[in-house]
């Protein structure tokens, strides 16, 4: 219990990201904010755009959704627990309005010359099953990463930095990408393939 309820509050209420008090080394904490929340958007459109390398069935978001956990070590590392926690709350926030605002605008009356409708609803209409997916997988993934992350850095006394960021990263990874493909992808494609897609 003590490990879900640390999910839900953050460390000190002056270490609020709306604080004016904070720190001069939380100057790049915006950036990174930022990068989360934009490599998050990209991974919800690209994400029911199937690829196929090398017979290999592989989700579009794939290839920059990696970055989130990179980026969440390096807050975590840098900052501490609460601060990668703040990100991947906004950055679901994000991914819900983002999911709102687009389904109920291609839901909308059209002009009967605007033939792209269609187009418009087979992409941005699987948003909100996403974003349910990804608040399951992110829930479980993206927290087992940054946490075993934190607590690694206390075993190891702050090195190997390396090292931690790899092994935490490789169960967060495992556990988000599971849960994510299967939700998302149910009626696409496989268990099986699903697997294949999280060994690469």
């Known amino acids: 219990m003590n490990i879900i309820s640390s999910l839900f509050r953050f460390s000190d209420t002056s270490d609020s990201i709306f604080s004016k008090n904070r720190k001069d080394t939380y100057k790049y904490s915006g950036l990174l904010l930022t990068i989360y929340i934009s490599t998050v958007i990209i991974t919800q459109v690209l994400a029911v755009r199937i690829t196929s390398l090398a017979g290999v ?14 980026i969440n070590a390096v807050a975590g590392e840098v900052y501490g627990y609460s601060e990668p926690k703040k990100f991947i709350w906004l950055g679901f926030l994000s991914e819900i309005m983002f999911a709102g605002v687009t389904y109920a605008v291609t839901h909308m009356s059209y002009p009967s010359y605007f033939k792209e409708s269609q187009a418009y609803n087979i992409v941005l209409d699987p948003a909100f099953r996403y974003a349910f997916s990804s608040l399951i997988g992110i829930f479980v993934g993206e927290f087992i990463n940054i946490y075993i992350l934190s607590k690694m850095k206390i075993l190891m006394q702050g090195k190997n930095f390396l090292l931690r960021f790899l092994i935490s990263n490789a169960i967060g990874q495992l556990f988000l990408s599971f849960i994510v493909d299967i939700l998302i992808f149910f009626v696409k494609i496989t268990v099986a393939q699903s697997l294949r897609a999280m060994e690469c």
Not at 57 to 68: K, W
């Open 57 to 70: 069935i592989l989700p579009g978001g794939i290839f920059i959704f990696p970055l989130t956990f990179v």
